[in-house]
């Protein structure tokens, strides 16, 4: 319940107008700690399985390791990300950060592809 009160979800105090709107949001950020709650039950069941550690999550500290990385941190690894998308007349390129080892580690952990990721990168014969 932390998580709502405050950071990542904050729902602190704030001004909608509508009923409505106040329910939508309740249900987005409830759905929202719902991912960050499986995000971190996966990534754990997976280095327990492994009986491996994870580290580089603590900035100050790269090389403490951890067997219970929270949601946060997880996704705190993938900030410095940036897809840039070119578009022209004739096609649309798009480039996207490399991958560090610690991103590629997490992905794998958490049982995603990295052709999931890699296929940022295809490029279009159209503009969307």
Do not use: W
């Not at 798009?94 to 952990?109: N, W």
């Amino acid at each position: 319940m932390g998580r709502l009160k405050g950071c990542p979800l904050s729902l602190t105090p704030m001004y909608v107008q509508r009923d409505d709107h106040a329910t939508g949001l309740i249900r987005l950020l409830s759905i929202a700690l719902r991912v960050l709650t499986l995000l971190e039950f996966v990534g754990r069941r997976q280095l327990a399985a492994e009986r491996a550690k994870l580290a580089g999550l603590y900035a100050g500290n790269p090389r403490r390791e951890t067997v219970r990385p929270t949601a946060e941190r997880l996704l705190e690894a993938f900030r410095d990300i940036t897809l840039t998308i070119m578009e022209g007349s004739q096609q649309t390129d798009r480039h996207v950060t490399a991958l560090s080892p610690l991103q590629q580690r997490i992905l794998g952990i958490l049982g995603f592809p990295l052709a999931l990721y890699t296929r940022l990168c295809t490029i279009s014969a159209e503009p969307p």
